[in-house]
């Protein structure tokens, strides 16, 4: 069975500060992760996506995740927080050729000046 | 390049009137099409999924239903709302095939039951 646990609903930070939001997921499969950002009001946002390349993954506004299987983990990163990241963050699992996205409950990240 | 389009943005409807959400995509074939809910306070909810015209596989019994009458368009449809089916709907499609499926989601739809 394929799942994933965000562990936090919301993560509050100061700008420019670094931001952690954390993803385990469980899955029978080789999976392919991904990141989304979604502002209120508006559809989801491809942050990033591991693929079974590189274990750790770069992506769009200075985000990153590392996969770590041993740990089943794929949490999310940031070296320095921005207003502007201030959204929620879904952290995402495919299962090869089963068509299906699992989600997961979504972290609301809230950035203070 | 690829583009998901979905209206209308926003709906306002009456209690056991019905409902048409319509999503289409454009700049590929034969797209998986998948239509989400997002309900407040809640994560996302896959409704129903389609890997190709007139195939749906509905993952949650509820009183919507979604048809797939062209490739690249998706329509969510329901004949009596309830205040329940208030929410975010949300459409997105992916290519179909191998472990590298992402996901690209329209701007959605917000619809208030009242």
């Known amino acids: 069975a394929q799942s994933v646990t965000q562990l936090d609903s919301h993560v509050s930070v100061s700008e420019g500060t670094p931001v952690l939001l954390r993803c385990n997921y469980s899955?029978?499969?080789?999976?392919?992760l991904f990141w989304y950002v979604q502002h209120p009001n508006k559809g989801l946002q491809l942050l990033l996506k591991?693929?079974?390349?590189?274990?750790l993954v770069k992506g769009i506004n200075g985000f990153e995740a590392e996969f770590k299987k041993s740990e089943t983990s794929f949490h999310l990163t940031k070296p320095s927080a921005h207003m502007s990241d201030a959204a929620e963050y879904f952290c995402?699992?495919?299962?090869?050729?089963?068509?299906?996205?699992?989600f997961g409950s979504g972290t609301k990240l809230n950035v203070k000046p | 390049s690829q583009t998901i389009h979905q209206w209308p943005a926003t709906l306002v409807q009456p209690v056991g009137s019905p409902l048409s959400l319509e999503c289409t995509v454009e700049?590929?074939?034969?797209?998986?099409l998948y239509w989400y809910r997002q309900a407040a306070g809640r994560g996302l909810q896959l409704l129903f999924y389609?890997?190709?015209?007139?195939?749906i596989s509905s993952e949650v019994p509820q009183n919507l239903s979604a048809s797939r009458p062209q490739d690249r368009q998706f329509i969510l449809s329901s004949k009596k709302l309830l205040l329940s089916d208030s929410g975010f709907y949300l459409c997105?499609?992916?290519?179909?095939?191998?472990?590298?499926?992402?996901?690209?989601f329209g701007p959605g739809t917000r619809l208030t039951v009242l």
């Open positions: 700049g590929t074939s034969n797209p998986n």
């Open positions: 389609s890997v190709g015209i007139g195939q």
């Open positions: 591991y693929t079974s390349a590189a274990t």
């Open positions: 997105a499609w992916s290519v179909p095939g191998g472990s590298t499926d992402t996901q690209y």
């Open positions: 995402v699992v495919n299962v090869y050729n089963f068509n299906k996205f699992y």
């Open positions: 899955s029978s499969y080789s999976p392919s």
